[in-house]
């Protein structure tokens, strides 16, 4: 090419010279400026980095480049100049566009796509959940159930209950929320952070207020080893604890897809014992705890599906 531009036979498809008499100055149309920000950008920026080349000024309304250079050059080198960085703007542009494609194509594959069999799933479980809730209601089986649980008690077993239950405490799961926020809001994942104080902040709220709609007295059938207040339905540990770990576990599962089963399966056990600890302890009725799950999944679909909208909507930027 450099031959070529010597020998005069030059004849460039991307750049026309069309006033060169005066020397040391020349402009030129450049094929594609005219309307394009983005390439008057890229060609100011890389002529600013050619030495040789006093000053400068891209206009993209008319598609014109007017340079001012060192009388060393001619303006076929110029030419030359401003030919190869409208080819390298043309091939970053071209990479882009394909990885553009390529991320569209990809997206079809992000779980939103594929949270269809999950959210049956999950929603089987609500469903199961309710109906348990109806027919433990409805035959009486909640004291008898508590009962049942009660002759498991053991010295060891009730400080076993009290750690577990403690980490499903509203003000520790705040805590941890508002904990994690932070290290989102700090490594720059402003949607995660912001979707996990939706979801906390809202599932608190949704608590505190189906607790004064129901104001279901506790279960008194024996003495509890720990201080509760507040009516019992729905269980606020069990419901809180399903949002808040199960959010932060969610995200946790998609940055870390490795070790996504590991991650899902202790949250779960964290979760179920957390629920479980509130029946032992006598504190909750079953049906408390299990409406508590249902609710608790229902939130945890509303953010997951948030964030899979979110990530959906990213991909085809």
């Known amino acids: 090419m450099n031959a070529d531009l010597s020998n005069g036979d030059h004849r460039s498809i991307l750049i026309q010279a069309i006033h060169t008499t005066v020397k040391g100055r020349a ?8 309307h394009s920000p ?6 100011a920026l890389r002529l ?6 006093a000053q400068y ?22 030419a030359l100049i401003l030919e190869n960085i409208v080819l390298d703007y043309t091939k970053k542009f071209n990479n882009l566009l394909v990885e553009k494609l390529d991320i569209k194509e990809k997206a079809k594959n992000l779980p939103i796509y594929t949270l269809n069999k999950d959210l049956t799933r999950i929603s089987g479980v609500i469903f199961s959940l309710a109906v ?26 009730d400080r076993l209950m009290v750690g577990i239950t403690f980490f499903g405490e ?6 941890i929320s ?5 290290n989102w809001l700090y490594n720059n994942h402003r949607w995660q952070a912001t979707i996990l104080g939706i979801a906390t902040s809202g599932a608190m709220v949704l608590m505190a207020l189906l607790k004064v709609i129901f104001g279901r007295a506790r279960p008194t059938l024996w003495k509890w080893i720990i201080n509760v207040g507040h009516p019992s339905f729905p269980s606020g540990h069990s ?9 932060i576990a969610y995200i946790f599962a998609k940055e870390y897809p490795q070790w996504q089963k590991q991650i899902l399966a202790l949250t779960a056990i964290l979760i179920i014992a957390i629920g479980f600890s509130r029946l032992y302890l006598g504190v909750h009725w079953p049906t408390d705890v299990f409406v508590g799950y249902a609710i608790g999944l229902l939130c945890l679909i509303a953010s997951i599906i948030t964030l899979e909208l979110e990530q959906k909507y990213l991909a085809f930027q």
Not at 139 to 146: E, F, P
Not at 239 to 247: D, E, I, K
């Open 27 to 34: 402009r030129y149309k450049v094929s594609g400026l005219k």
């Open 38 to 43: 983005s390439l008057k950008n890229h060609i």
């Open 48 to 53: 600013s980095q050619e030495k040789k080349i």
């Open 57 to 78: 000024q891209v206009n993209d309304l008319t598609g014109n480049v007017l340079v001012i250079f060192h009388q060393d050059l001619s303006p076929k080198a110029i």
């Open 132 to 157: 348990c809730s109806a027919l433990l209601h409805k035959y009486g089986l909640d004291a008898t159930i508590l009962l049942a649980i009660q002759k498991l008690h053991t010295p060891l077993l």
């Open 170 to 175: 509203p003000l520790v799961l705040l805590l």
């Open 178 to 182: 508002l904990g994690v926020e932070t």
């Open 239 to 247: 419901m809180l604890s399903l949002v808040v770990y199960g959010v």
